[in-house]
T-cell receptor, first 112, second 113 residues
Framework: DTGVSQDPRHKITKRGQNVTFRCDPISEHNRLYWYRQTLGQGPEFLTYFQNEAQLEKSRLLSDRFSAERPKGSFSTLEIQRTEQGDSAMYLC??????????FGQGTRLTVV | GENVEQHPSTLSVQEGDSAVIKCTYSDSASNYFPWYKQELGKRPQLIIDIRSNVGEKKDQRIAVTLNKTAKHFSLHITETQPEDSAVYFCAASPGQAGTALIFGKGTTLSVSS
């Protein structure tokens, strides 16, 4: 499969725990995005990388969220001290410059 | 940063009718406007996109129009079919390094036969 892949697909965690998600973009894509989606809503922008540089973060993103993209390949999104309000689908997308962004299947996070 | 507003939030049409979804954007520097379709439980997928150097683009039953002066763009679906039922999202991007793709909140389209 040469598309965007995300791992894990589902994650259930207890409130207060830390979680980390991984995204593997399409190999030649230089842009990588993280979005959060709740039921019935559009993808809410979290952060964006151009190669290994994190160029933009949503001002809504709390300091409990951190993302990395070492070497400009895969990316990780970590949420520290999870809260019930963090429960959502976390989507990763990648693109080659300003062209079609391809989405992964997402990681569904449930905080109990 | 960019802000994208999308209307309506829900749209119900009869099979064969046309459907129109409208979006407005705030950043006059935006120059790339894609539309995504998301079926239940699936990832968003691109159905059509337009760049700011054109005013209209068509692909079979789907068309997108762009009015840069008014900062709005619209998705038009003609001869709707039940399989068009899904959530549709518009998005906008200034396209420069350091600017992200920002989405609208989505329109749930229901096509009844």
């Amino acid at each position: 499969d040469t598309g965007v892949s995300q791992d894990p697909r589902h994650k259930i965690t207890k409130r207060g725990q830390n979680v980390t998600f991984r995204c593997d973009p399409i190999s030649e894509h230089n842009r990588l995005y993280w979005y959060r989606q709740t039921l019935g809503q559009g993808p809410e922008f979290l952060t964006y990388f151009q190669n290994e540089a994190q160029l933009e973060k949503s001002r809504l993103l709390s300091d409990r969220f951190s993302a990395e993209r070492p070497k400009g390949s895969f990316s990780t999104l970590e949420i520290q001290r999870t809260e019930q309000g963090d429960s959502a689908m976390y989507l990763c997308a990648s693109s080659l410059d300003v062209t079609e962004a391809f989405f992964g299947q997402g990681t569904r996070l449930t905080v109990v | 940063g960019e802000n994208v507003e999308q209307h309506p939030s829900t749209l119900s049409v009869q099979e064969g009718d046309s459907a129109v979804i409208k979006c407005t954007y705030s950043d006059s520097a935006s120059n790339y406007f894609p539309w995504y379709k998301q079926e239940l439980g699936k990832r968003p997928q691109l159905i059509i996109d337009i760049r700011s150097n054109v005013g209209e683009k068509k692909d079979q039953r789907i068309a997108v129009t762009l009015n840069k002066t008014a900062k709005h763009f619209s998705l038009h679906i003609t001869e709707t079919q039940p399989e068009d039922s899904a959530v549709y999202f518009c998005a906008a991007s200034p396209g420069q390094a350091g600017t992200a793709l920002i989405f609208g909140k989505g329109t749930t389209l229901s096509v009844s036969s």
